[in-house]
């Protein structure tokens, strides 16, 4: 197999070949630093291969991250997993003016998904007054009780409620760690803060939160 023709010049045997699994760069299954960076790099520099692979890479986790952020609500006409398609293609539209200063490309993933979330709930704010025609037709959940069915929207609403009480970054971190599934070393870098600072505030944050769920008689 050869590889894709280049946009930059190079001889097609510089650039990396994304088509193959032995070619991607995630040996350890995460989405690290030293991961990344070839890859965005070959992606910044118009490998479309490359530029396949970085979506297919960071979509799922950038999918988990509005959806957790959004409480798995539709907000007026846009759900989360919109939200999500228009993260991918703003960090797309960023990838070629994006230059390595030495942190990582999860910062700014994590920045454009983190606005993308706000300019949704922003949105809504502004326009209350959509009509809904109908109630959207979802599963119900153990056994499709309806009982169960309220118990389990009360109870996340709860959640939703208590988490934001939390600082910015607590919920970042718990949104990162626990929703997404990030390592405390990709979210530390997602970040911009140490790991040691990440698997502190996370347990912090914790530990108020189960304060506020036994005051709150969960």
């Known amino acids: 197999m050869t590889a894709p023709p280049s946009t930059t010049g190079e001889p097609a045997s510089a650039v990396r070949d994304y088509r193959t699994p032995e070619s991607l760069p995630r040996p350890s299954g995460r989405l690290t630093k030293e991961d990344l960076d070839p890859l965005v790099k070959d992606a910044g520099e118009g490998n479309p291969a490359a530029i396949h692979s970085l979506l297919q890479m960071i979509e799922p986790v950038v999918v988990r991250y509005c959806r957790a952020r959004m409480g798995g609500r539709d907000l007026s006409y846009l759900s989360a997993d919109d939200v999500a398609q228009e993260v991918c293609l703003a960090v797309l539209k960023a990838l070629p003016d994006y230059q390595d200063r030495g942190g990582s490309f999860l910062y700014l993933v994590h920045a454009i998904a983190a606005n993308k979330v706000a300019d949704a709930y922003r949105a809504v704010a502004r326009d209350r007054s959509e009509p809904v025609p109908e109630l959207p037709e979802r599963p119900l959940v153990a056994g499709n009780e309806p009982e169960s069915h309220a118990l389990h929207l009360d109870l996340g609403a709860r959640l939703g409620r208590l988490l934001a009480s939390l600082p910015r970054v607590q919920q970042e971190i718990l949104t990162l760690r626990i929703a997404v ?38």
């Open 181 to 218: 599934g990030f390592s405390a070393q990709e979210t530390a870098e997602a970040l911009g803060i140490s790991p040691g600072n990440v698997r502190v505030t996370q347990h912090r944050a914790l530990t108020r939160l189960r304060g506020m769920i036994s005051d709150d008689e969960f």
